[in-house]
Nanobody
Framework: QVQLVESGGGLVQDGGSLRLSCAASGRTFSNKAMGWFRRAPGKEREFVSAITRSGESTYYAESVKGRFTISRDNAKNTVYLVMNSLKPEDTAVYYC???????????????????WGQGTQVTVSS
């Protein structure tokens, strides 16, 4: 039933780095855009980053641009999110999601994503 599984979360110090991984199942992985969302304590889920089906284009929320890097390896059915210069405000549960549609265009709206992982906790201490 579960098609997406996140891993790599943990506790890091302010300014530290972390790499998240999302393992996906299915032969159609390469045909879908993939995204990362996060939900911080007391806040709504927000868009973090996304990548088109073959990695041609990427998009980042302004809050993480220049610090986070999204990538994918379609042969391994895996999406990554490398997070550098982490800040306490980055503390959240991070979710991997598969976008519906052609995978050519990136959409930042959560309802466009049709499959979600269970999330991985990222905590940045000061």
């Amino acid at each position: 039933q579960v098609q997406l599984v996140e891993s790599g979360g943990g506790l890091v110090q302010d300014g530290g780095s972390l790499r998240l991984s999302c393992a996906a199942s299915g032969r159609t992985f390469s045909n879908k855009a993939m995204g990362w969302f996060r939900r911080a304590p007391g806040k709504e889920r927000e868009f973090v980053s996304a990548i088109t089906r073959s990695g041609e284009s990427t998009y980042y929320a302004e809050s993480v641009k220049g610090r986070f890097t999204i990538s994918r390896d379609n042969a391994k059915n895996t999406v990554y999110l490398v997070m550098n210069s982490l800040k306490p405000e980055d503390t959240a549960v991070y979710y991997c999601a598969r976008q519906s549609g052609s995978g050519i265009y990136i959409n930042t709206e959560s309802f466009v994503y049709d499959s979600w992982g269970q999330g991985t906790q990222v905590t940045v201490s000061s």
